[in-house]
């Protein structure tokens, strides 16, 4: 399915946040591991949120799920031995999950999205559970990959966090329920540092004691504990969310987004920082967003580090503010559902966009005038590249026809009806 965007002026209205993917994914982990009963209230629906019930299911939890919330019975540590589990397009899952699969004698992660999530890499995660005794059959780091665990003790693991802060909170997971104490140490650098936060602090509401450096590049973790059973409430999601506020931000607006805490640990609330350094009329209490855009932008300068999945939509913004805007420190942008710097830039180059790429950096010479559009984008499997371009096409001068939106559907399913809803011109065409 594509969907044209068509140039719209003004944006209007309110919506509800969608449900966080981030602590979706992590509270419906702790609950599987816990060998009691847990609810998770709010949950996300995604396809990655449905990869991870999937596979919970397929590895013995029990899940009953009504409108607002889904309760799950866990398997502790002791997984049902099942041959393969098939995680979608979704990293944290497949990263998180070949941790517990060490659990198991042999499962296998098939393939099924090769041109995306077959394309990363998972080398420095599948070295650690090596440190561990845990035998890995695998592609040259990637899928499919075949887990032999059986019985991982604990004990010391290094772990790179260059490309993927991914592999760290796996270990972080899998750590506390193994027979003896560990020790993480992270080497090089840690990237996505803030969603290890995310990590220690759903760990700790599931009554799991990790002892960490103020840095996170060291973890003592304590062997021999158990995931406690309990109730969790999803807060809303940024990522998503910062699509539809560069949206707001671009044009002439006045947009309430509800649900989004102030006070939430996920690094990409700097979309919020970030507008109001791009001076976009924008104000924060009680949960509520609310932009009253005029359109006008100022350049910008960011360590997209920080808030690695409101990047892209960042740099939309950006695309029509006055002045030269430069997104650093953002390399590992490169290892994700597509290669996030150079074929999101050979897009908005496309579409009318004055981009320009380095390794670690995008640099984006704004356009206030607009962008010329009337172009075909591919989405190069990607949700987020599909949410930025949709910002760019309401101001771009013609339309612009993405195709394959669908895999929005990723994490953000009902993104083009929020759009709409605001008064956005878009629409699904086969
Ligand atoms: O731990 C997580 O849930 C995630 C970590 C981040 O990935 P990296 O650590 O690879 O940057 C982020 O981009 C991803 O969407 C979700
Ligand atoms: C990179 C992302 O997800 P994941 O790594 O979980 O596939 C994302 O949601 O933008």
Not at 414 to 421: I, N, R, V
Request: charged share 25%; hydrophobic share 40%; net charge negative.
């Amino acid at each position: 399915m594509d969907v044209i965007v068509r140039p719209t002026p003004e944006l209007h209205g309110e919506i509800g946040a969608l449900s966080s993917k981030n602590y979706t994914t992590r509270y419906l982990l702790v609950a599987a591991l816990s060998e009691g009963t847990s609810t998770i209230y709010h949950p996300a629906h995604s396809e990655d949120s449905d990869a991870i019930r999937r596979c919970i299911r397929d590895l013995g939890a029990e899940l009953t799920e009504d409108d607002e919330k889904i309760v799950i019975k866990g398997f502790g540590r002791r997984p049902k031995d099942v041959k393969e589990l098939n995680v979608g397009n979704a990293g944290a899952v497949l990263r998180f999950l070949m941790a517990v699969a060490s659990l198991s004698p042999e499962v296998t992660f098939v393939n099924t999205y090769p041109d995306s999530l077959g394309k990363r890499p998972h080398d420095d995660l599948i070295d650690a559970l090596g440190q561990l005794g845990v035998k890995v059959e695998h592609n040259e780091g990637r899928l499919p990959i075949t887990i032999r665990g059986g019985n991982p003790k604990g004990g010391r693991i290094t772990v790179s966090g260059a490309v993927s802060s991914q592999y760290l909170s796996a270990l972080l997971f899998l750590t506390p329920l193994l027979e003896e104490d560990s020790e993480i140490i992270v080497l090089n650098d840690l990237k996505s540092k803030v969603v290890v936060g995310q990590t220690l602090e759903v760990l700790e509401q599931a009554g799991i004691v990790i002892h960490a450096a103020d840095d996170y590049m060291s973890f003592k973790v304590p062997g021999g504990q158990s995931y406690e059973a309990k109730s969790y409430t999803v807060q809303g999601d940024y990522p998503g969310s910062a699509a539809v506020l560069a949206a707001a931000a671009v044009t002439k607006s006045d947009v309430k987004i509800h649900r989004l805490a102030e006070n939430s640990r996920q690094g990409e609330r700097a979309i919020i920082d970030v507008l109001r350094m791009m001076e976009a009329p924008l104000i924060h209490e009680n949960g509520t967003v609310h932009v009253q855009g005029n359109g006008r932008l100022k350049a910008v300068e960011f360590d997209g580090d920080a808030a690695t999945d409101a990047v892209l939509a960042m740099v939309a913004a950006a695309v029509f503010a006055e002045g030269t805007s430069r997104f650093y420190n953002v390399e590992n942008l490169r290892y994700k559902e597509c290669d996030r710097i150079t074929d999101y830039l050979a897009e908005l180059s496309k579409a009318g966009a004055k981009v320009e790429e380095r390794r670690d950096e995008i640099i984006v010479h704004g356009r206030p005038e607009g962008v010329e559009g009337g172009v075909t984008i591919n989405a190069h499997f990607d949700h987020r590249v599909i949410m930025a371009l949709t910002v760019v096409g309401l101001r771009a001068a013609k339309p612009l026809l993405i195709k394959d939106a669908h895999h929005v559907a990723k994490s953000y399913p009902q993104y083009f009806d929020h759009l709409q809803a605001l008064g956005a011109d878009v629409e699904w065409v086969k």
